[in-house]
């Protein structure tokens, strides 16, 4: 197996809350290789954006990490100091935080955002090195060089999503967590971009973390997918077997959940509502949900194990 | 009979301030849908297409610039009184934030109280209790759960059926529903797209489902209008349009939606276009000409009319045009046949 260049291993994450802890992660494990695509779904409050978020030690009080380690290659980023965590940020491992087209900096061109993002990270260039970077990166993402003198209400949604994509990847990383990056993006846009995303990490051969909870979206653009539910992984495996052969009873049931466009009629919801993290069922915690639950289900928590080549956490599969 | 709601060659022209250009958001519209024979319709288009214009057209929020909204065969802007009232009770609108339409301050039954005794829809208190009761349960809500309880104590699925409940209360004839589930997750949606497919097989509601997601509208529409910058690119029956589009844009928006196959196709789709639309829209020609794969030069001189293909379709490309052009107004008619 290839040197891995992230490796999360026992995550847990919890947040205090006045009436008891929210476990938002619990015991999550999973490597990537370089270049590879891993995608993370879910349902909102399955834990998957606070997952992305803690690997970059980005948990806010009243949110602290519990437990778990996160390795980058042979760095153990608990045993950073602040300064060190905000030195690896960006330029080892990057994020594309959830809605970032709404996080560009109103009042600043986006050269002026971009050579920021470089000057933080102890970048001295000259002038003509900086504009040659700006539109070496602009062109990257598919935008004209013409945008690196303009502000961000004069970009459409989709525009401001590649300058987004360009300053997350302006340091060259290793990993870039994608969380939801087109989930405000028409179809024909969302496209585009996701196409701008796998150039330049096919370039960079850097690993992507894709959080989402479209799993078209998933099946054409990720390597391997995790499905988180409550906090937990629940099921891990390449995506073709994911498609094809789904084992866990949520994971068919988010496939099934996509509206087709094959055969009308065929709308199906999650049957319940995604449980309260506070208030978790015991046993498996899918358990009121599943049309197939039993005794067992109810009352013992079931653990990821191995299923030829996949991961699943139930204990039917 | 009169239509219930009829838009007859509507548009809208946004002025433009201090020296600039005027935006058209739509162009030439025409709709028509009858209280007799409920159905519902989708209009699909991307962002800026004018698809949120049109409701507010079809609500009376706006004002056209060209053409007329009619209700029952009057102009929308010369109702008299009773008939605004009957307008405002016969049509009801849900829209797209669930977070954003309620007062933090007051409790959700409020929302439903309201219209309650707007319209004199009880006679006394406990009467208005048990219709607001009976609403919420025929939405797949429990009352005990619902009232009582502060918007930020429901979840987003919750709150956008609560709205529906409220637009249901007043037994209306249609009711627009701008991108009723694009805020709430892919298992909530389609829980709230079925209880609106219910409103229009049970109850007899009639309801225009605009939206972004050509799958969803595929899964719960009869008819379909698949806007572009402002314009009708096709339009008709829902099977007809999304198994065999006949625009380029409507046969571009079905390949650009990601599906879970095992086939990898999605992104190695040689895509029209990076190009991203210009602001302006062209003087003339065809509003699709600077994307469209297939594009000639016929298609820069001049605008395309309307093409009927088929009995209940009208595909605005000049591909058709040996089929017969829809007279402007007319689509409403089509789309009713």
């Known amino acids: 197996m290839s040197e891995r260049v992230l490796r999360v291993e026992g995550l847990r994450v919890g947040f205090d809350h006045p009436q008891g802890l929210v476990q938002a992660v619990d015991d999550v494990s999973f490597a990537l290789s370089p270049g590879e695509r891993f995608g993370l779904a879910g349902e909102s409050g399955s834990g998957k954006s606070t997952l992305a978020l803690s690997i970059l030690r980005m948990i806010k009080a009243p949110g602290r990490i519990q437990a778990g380690e996160v390795w980058f290659a042979g760095t153990r980023l608990a045993d950073l100091d602040e300064e060190g965590m905000r030195a690896l940020r960006l330029s080892d491992i990057a994020l594309v935080p959830q809605g970032s087209m709404n996080s560009l900096n109103p009042v600043l061109r986006i050269q002026q955002q971009i050579t920021d993002a470089l000057a933080d990270h102890g970048l001295r260039l000259t002038r003509g090195e900086e504009q040659q970077r700006i539109a070496t990166l602009l062109a990257a993402v598919g935008l004209p060089n013409s945008v690196a003198r303009m502000y961000p209400h004069e970009l459409s949604g989709g525009m401001k999503q590649r300058a987004c994509i360009a300053i997350a990847t302006c340091l060259r990383p290793k990993v870039i967590i994608a969380d939801e990056p087109t989930s405000a993006l028409d179809v024909v846009v969302q496209r585009q971009v996701m196409a701008t995303l796998a150039l330049l990490q096919r370039d960079l051969a850097a690993a992507v973390i894709l959080v989402g909870h479209d799993m078209g979206l998933m099946a054409q653009f990720v390597d391997r997918l995790g499905v988180m539910y409550a906090g937990r992984l629940v099921e891990v495996a390449p995506i073709a077997e994911i498609v094809t052969r789904p084992r866990h009873p949520y994971t068919r049931a988010l496939i099934a959940s996509l509206p087709s466009l094959e055969r009308r009629g065929a709308l199906a919801g999650i049957p319940g509502l995604a449980p309260v993290l506070r208030d978790l069922p015991g046993g498996c915690a899918f358990h009121p949900r599943c049309t197939l639950a039993t005794d067992r289900c109810r009352t013992e928590k079931p653990k990821l194990r191995n299923i030829d080549g996949a991961q699943v956490a139930c204990h039917l599969a | 009979m009169a239509p219930l709601i009829e838009a007859v060659d509507v548009s809208k022209r946004f002025a433009g301030g201090l020296g600039r250009e005027s935006t058209l958001a739509l162009a030439g519209l025409s709709l028509a849908i009858h209280a007799e024979k409920p159905s519902i319709i989708a209009v699909v288009g991307e962002s800026g297409s004018g698809k949120t214009t049109l409701a507010h057209l079809l609500l009376g929020l706006a004002e056209p610039t060209g053409g007329e909204v009619r209700y029952r065969g009057s102009d929308l802007r010369k109702l008299k009184r009773d008939e605004r009232l009957a307008f405002r009770r016969d049509v009801q609108a849900v829209f797209q934030d669930p977070y954003g339409v309620y007062n933090p301050f007051y409790r959700v039954d409020h929302v439903l109280a309201t219209p309650v005794r707007r319209f004199r829809l009880a006679a006394s208190r406990a009467q208005a209790r048990e219709l607001i009761g009976e609403t919420l349960r025929a939405v797949g809500l429990r009352p005990e759960e619902i009232l009582g309880r502060f918007p930020h104590q429901l979840s987003g699925g919750q709150r956008q059926r609560v709205m529906v409940a409220r637009a249901l209360l007043l037994k209306p ?20 797209l079925s209880s609106l497919r219910k409103l229009t097989d049970e109850h007899g509601i009639s309801i225009l489902y605009i939206t972004h997601d050509l799958a969803t509208a595929y899964q719960v529409s009869d008819t379909i209008l698949v806007l572009y910058r402002a314009h009708v690119a096709e339009a008709g029956a829902v099977e007809r349009v999304v198994t065999a589009p006949q625009h380029p844009y409507t046969q571009l928006l079905i390949s650009a939606i990601p599906r879970a196959h095992v086939a990898r196709d999605w992104l190695v789709q040689k895509d029209e276009a990076g190009r991203a639309p210009p ?33 209940r379709r009208a595909v605005a490309c000049v591909q058709f045009r040996h089929h017969p052009a829809l007279p402007a107004g007319d689509l409403g008619k089509v789309l009713a046949t």
């Open chain 2, 279 to 311: 602001a302006v829209i062209a003087a003339q020609g065809c509003c699709f000409a600077d994307r469209c794969p297939l594009v000639t030069p016929v298609c820069l001189g001049a605008s395309p009319a309307l093409y009927r293909t088929e009995p």
């Open chain 2, 173 to 192: 004839k249609l009711i627009v529903a701008d991108e009723p589930v694009s805020m709430v997750d892919a298992s909530l949606r389609a829980t709230i």
